[in-house]
């Protein structure tokens, strides 16, 4: 069974700066998926990022980039600039793209607080 | 974008009474919806996993007596607890994968059950 760790229960970081969420995996799977995902206070599941394990390059959306280490399984969530809606709960989240059913399986989440 | 819709948003039933909640996947067919558990401040506990037309596969530790998923279409899965609990009292959200993108899914904005 796959397990997704992270280590952060809560994180703080000034608006405008840079910070970094935490993530480790388990899994003897050679393919799969990893996901960040946010959910605000309106508990709304906001897809952050995807990243496929066969894909070396880190994956980025904007503000929003991934440092993927696949022999560490280890896949960091960076966000620059940060702005006050980023304020939210972040789950790390593992899929095996080599099953039937594509399940989710998700970390305990990091709570970001940005202030300003 | 990939739009689904869970409803009601919020539900309050008396203890011993069911309680059904929807999940429709609005603009795509969704032929696997996935029925999730989330406990404040906590992470998402996969329930149950729905194929269009077949049954559900309930996670381990889950009552599926309990807990009734039908997916009945390609649009449309419905949760039904029955004879609630106040423990059964927490956040549910359902989540929808289509056959172009099943590594990703869609999530509903959640339904909180309040039994009392």
């Known amino acids: 069974a796959q397990t997704v760790t992270q280590s952060q229960p809560e994180m703080s970081v000034q608006e405008a700066e840079t910070v970094t969420l935490s993530c480790t995996y388990d899994?003897?799977?050679?393919?799969?998926?990893l996901f960040w995902y946010k959910q605000p206070p309106s508990r709304q599941m906001i897809l952050v990022i995807r990243?496929?394990?066969?894909?070396?390059q880190n994956a980025t959306e904007n503000r929003f980039s991934v440092n993927f280490q696949k022999a560490a399984k280890s896949f960091s969530l960076k966000i620059s600039d940060s702005q006050l809606g980023d304020t939210a709960m972040y789950f790390c989240?593992?899929?095996?793209?080599?099953?039937?059913?594509?399940?989710?399986?998700f970390g305990k989440g990091t709570l970001l607080t940005v202030n300003p | 974008g990939a739009v689904v819709s869970q409803h009601p948003s919020r539900v309050i039933c008396k203890s011993g009474t069911s309680v059904k909640i929807e999940c429709r996947s609005l603009d795509f067919q969704a032929t696997t919806m996935f029925w999730y558990r989330q406990f404040p401040k906590q992470s998402l506990m996969l329930m149950a996993t729905?194929?269009?037309?077949?049954?559900?596969?309930?996670e381990q530790g889950v009552e599926k007596d309990k807990f009734l998923i039908n997916h009945a279409s390609l649009t449309l899965s419905t949760l039904t607890v029955t004879s609630a609990h106040p423990e059964d009292s927490s956040f549910y959200i359902c989540?929808?994968?289509?056959?172009?993108?099943?590594?990703?899914?869609?999530f509903g904005p959640g339904t909180r059950l309040t039994v009392t």
């Open positions: 989240a593992f899929m095996n793209s080599g099953g039937s059913n594509y399940k989710l399986t």
């Open positions: 729905s194929n269009e037309g077949s049954k559900a596969t309930y």
């Open positions: 899994t003897s799977e050679s393919n799969y998926y």
């Open positions: 989540s929808a994968s289509s056959p172009r993108t099943t590594y990703e899914q869609y």
């Open positions: 990243q496929e394990a066969y894909k070396q």
